[in-house]
């Protein structure tokens, strides 16, 4: 597996609290992604970055920040956690080619 | 806006049978699709693209933009196939995005 862990792997946590998912890669590529993965969904983008401090929204961005203060880490944060933000979270990373390396994932539980 | 459509949720085959996940896009520049595959316990990984027209593990891909479709079939499915299969569509933007369908769940019967 290219280089990418994510931390935690998995999270229960109540409504209305902060949450950051971090996104760690040994691989200095240029581009992270977050994604977040749902049944009947598939995988939508929430943030993504294309350099250290360079990040921007994707599809479903509202209700999540992103920061990348250094090139292997990117952090989401749930600013307010809700139950519609249960979901599996995924970490990429890609050089700006067409291929993008996925991480192990991240469960994560609101009650 | 770009859309990639998988319109089987769930698709069971018999060992030996030939299989075909369907995935239809709609985008109005010239597409770049990919296979993603999710085996159980593993991570997402790239199966193939459409660019390179290769056969990977015995599958292939052709890109019909008439039909603007990217079917992904074998001709004789395995077990170790059994998985969960996205197609995804990039958009040629500053980071290179790519737009995942809502996946296909493969299973094949012995």
């Known amino acids: 597996d290219a280089g990418i862990t994510q931390s935690p792997r998995h999270k229960v946590t109540e409504t209305g609290t902060p949450v950051t998912l971090r996104c760690h890669q040994t691989?200095?590529?240029?581009?992270m992604y977050w994604y977040r993965q749902d049944p009947g969904h598939g995988l939508r983008l929430i943030h993504y970055?294309?350099?250290?401090?360079?990040?921007d929204k994707g599809e479903v961005s509202d209700g999540y920040s992103v920061s990348r203060s250094k090139t292997e880490d990117f952090l989401l944060t749930l600013e307010s956690a809700t139950s519609s933000q249960t979901s599996v979270y995924f970490c990429?990373?890609?050089?700006?080619?067409?291929?993008?390396?996925f991480g192990p994932g991240t469960r994560l539980t609101v009650t | 806006a770009q859309r990639v459509t998988q319109p089987e949720k769930l698709l069971s085959v018999f060992k030996g049978a030939p299989v075909e996940l369907k995935c239809n896009y709609s985008?109005?520049?010239?597409?770049?699709l990919f296979w993603y595959v999710q085996y159980s316990r593993q991570r997402l990984q790239l199966l193939l693209r459409h660019i390179s027209r290769e056969s990977i593990k015995g599958f292939t891909a052709d890109l019909n933009k008439g039909e603007t479709s990217f079917h992904l079939k074998k001709p004789f499915a395995q077990e170790e196939d059994s998985a969960m299969y996205y197609c995804a569509l990039s958009v040629s933007l500053s980071a290179r995005q790519l737009t995942f369908g809502s996946g296909t769940q493969l299973t094949v019967l012995p």
């Open positions: 691989e200095n590529h240029r581009y």
């Open positions: 985008y109005s520049g010239s597409p770049e």
């Open positions: 970055s294309y350099g250290v401090k360079d990040t």
């Open positions: 990429a990373i890609g050089q700006g080619g067409d291929e993008q390396y």
